[in-house]
């Protein structure tokens, strides 16, 4: 889904490389949460529907 290896995804997870923008789009699009949620800088999983 991502197009990257397993190596560079381990990268982004461990926060060894940063993760390029339209991968953590992917990464939110997926998992149906907002990017916030991914980076950690809101515990609310769910989209706020208004303003997708």
């Known amino acids: ?3 990257i290896t397993r190596q560079q995804y381990g990268l982004y997870e ?3 490389r940063d993760i390029p923008i339209d991968l953590l ?3 939110a699009d997926f998992y149906n949460v907002s990017t916030d949620y991914i980076l950690n800088r809101t515990k609310k999983k769910e989209l706020d529907k208004q303003n997708v």
């Open 14 to 16: 461990s926060g060894k």
């Open 1 to 3: 889904m991502l197009n």
């Open 25 to 27: 789009i992917k990464l």
